[in-house]
């Protein structure tokens, strides 16, 4: 499957952004999706995960009331709502999907997944 993300943009603090991440290949709902954000001089981090059917989620602690993970498998596409948004959410971010399904994986582990697109950079003013 191949990915590729977008929606990233300049916003100010407060403001929101949705990102969305489109898959090729006409077996996308078997994938369990995450999204991972890398900061400048940061190593990447866990933000969300979404399951095959969508009927499971996860957040990091930093998102958590505040980004929406959803996605939509008639149109290939998985969403990060992200409202609120504070500076410290600067970053490039990035879809990544794996074929392991969502219950069996521990989501937020970045090495669970094989197929990465190619990140879209949010940047939030103050």
């Known amino acids: 499957v191949q990915l590729q993300a977008s929606g990233g943009g300049l916003v100010q603090a407060g403001g929101s952004l949705r990102l969305s991440c489109a898959a090729s290949?006409?077996?996308?709902?078997?994938?369990?999706v995450g999204w991972f954000r890398q900061a400048p001089g940061k190593e990447r981090e866990f933000v969300a995960a979404i399951s095959q059917r969508g009927s499971g989620t996860a957040y990091a602690n930093s998102a958590k009331g505040r980004f929406a993970i959803s996605r939509d498998n008639a149109k290939n596409t998985v969403y990060l709502q992200m409202n609120s948004l504070k500076p410290e959410d600067t970053a490039l971010y990035y879809c990544a999907a794996t074929i392991q399904s969502y219950y069996s994986i521990t989501s937020s582990d970045s090495g669970r997944y094989g197929y990465w697109g190619q990140g879209t950079l949010v940047t939030v003013s103050s």
């Open positions: 290949g006409r077996t996308f709902s078997s994938y369990t």
